[in-house]
């Protein structure tokens, strides 16, 4: 049943719809071309799945690294090693 179905295109990347062929293909050149990923939550591209990370990290997680030496709270790696760098260096 259903062969005259006229409900759209989907991606079968992500299952986003489309009601025009060319929609989705623009939509696949947009968010599948090359490696490009993207973001679960909020559907934003990334050109290398380390810019996700990044991302998942400062826009969907409350996650903090905190200082052991004094409790300072950093959202970024490199900020705590900044951080470590400027207070706590012998
Ligand atoms: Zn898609
Ligand atoms: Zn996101
Ligand atoms: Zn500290």
């Known amino acids: ?10 991606c079968e990347l992500c299952g986003s719809k489309y009601n025009a062929l060319f929609g989705l293909r623009r939509h696949i050149q947009e968010k599948h071309s090359g490696n490009r ?3 679960s939550e909020c559907n934003q591209t990334f050109a ?9 990290k400062f826009a969907h997680t409350n996650e903090y690294l905190t200082c052991e030496l004094c409790g300072v709270q950093c959202k970024w790696e490199a900020s705590m090693i900044r951080h470590m760098r400027r207070y ?3």
């Open 1 to 10: 049943m259903g062969q005259h179905k006229c409900e759209g295109f989907t």
């Open 37 to 39: 990923v993207s973001c």
């Open 48 to 56: 290398a799945e380390r810019y996700l990370k990044e991302h998942l």
């Open 88 to 90: 706590h260096q012998k």
